[in-house]
Structures are given as structure tokens and as C-alpha cells.
Nanobody, 122 residues
Framework: QVQLVESGGGSVQAGGSLRLSCVVSGYTYSSYNSAWFRHGPGKEREGVASIDRYRITKHADSVKGRVTISKDNAKNIVYLQMNSLKPEDTAMYYC????????????????WGQGTQVTVSS
């Protein structure tokens, strides 16, 4: 059984930082593409960043320069380092994994975590 468990969310002031973690079990994570998505109140689900099995990354324009995705294959953990957070970053953040393409498109991922809440106050 494949499981993805997010952690690291919380409440921060605008301009603050958080590092989200996604621990994966049940398969060899290094062979998968991984991504972070978010779903804020009144907004559609949005891709934040992705990293493929070759460590090529993509970041949404809205977070470029502030957010970095990375992974530790030995620990089966995908990270999302978030700096200079803004109120509009407030959302439930989900990690995902798949084997097709590392696009910021939800349909390209097969496995999803339960999410971790990020709240950024003004």
C-alpha cells in the first residue's frame, strides 16, 4: 500500500517561512515524479512545484523565487521550502506522486497525501 504523509504546515506571518515534508512509503520513491499542489479557499487546485526522477524541477510562476522543491531519495521524503510567504499562499498543501510526466497537472499523478494546512496572516 502506497502512502504519502505531509507535515510541516502551520500558521505564519507574511514574510515567514515553512518547510513542508512528504514521507512516502510502499514503493521506491526515487523512480517517481513528485509534486506539490495547493487548494485555497475559493480557488481551484493549483500546481506549486514538481520534481521528476531525474531531479528536473518546475515551479509555478506565482511562487518562483520563493519556493523550492527538493527530495531526499534515501529517506523517501519530498520537501517544499517556502520563503517570503504571502497571504495568498494560504491553502491546504498536498503532495502527489506519479509515473507519467512531472507536469503541474493533477491528472498526471496517481497517489496523493491527505494534505497539510498552511495559513499566512497579514
Amino acid at each position: 500500500q502506497v502512502q504519502l504523509v505531509e507535515s510541516g504546515g502551520g500558521s505564519v506571518q507574511a514574510g515567514g517561512s515553512l518547510r513542508l515534508s512528504c514521507v512516502v512509503s510502499g514503493y521506491t520513491y526515487s523512480s517517481y515524479n513528485s509534486a506539490w499542489f495547493r487548494h485555497g479557499p475559493g480557488k481551484e487546485r493549483e500546481g506549486v512545484a514538481s520534481i521528476d526522477r531525474y531531479r528536473i524541477t518546475k515551479h509555478a510562476d506565482s511562487v518562483k523565487g520563493r519556493v523550492t522543491i527538493s527530495k531526499d531519495n534515501a529517506k523517501n521524503i519530498v520537501y517544499l521550502q517556502m520563503n517570503s510567504l504571502k497571504p495568498e499562499d494560504t491553502a491546504m498543501y498536498y503532495c502527489a506522486a506519479g509515473r507519467s510526466v512531472a507536469l503541474l497537472v493533477p491528472a498526471t499523478y496517481n497517489y496523493w497525501g491527505q494534505g497539510t494546512q498552511v495559513t499566512v496572516s497579514s
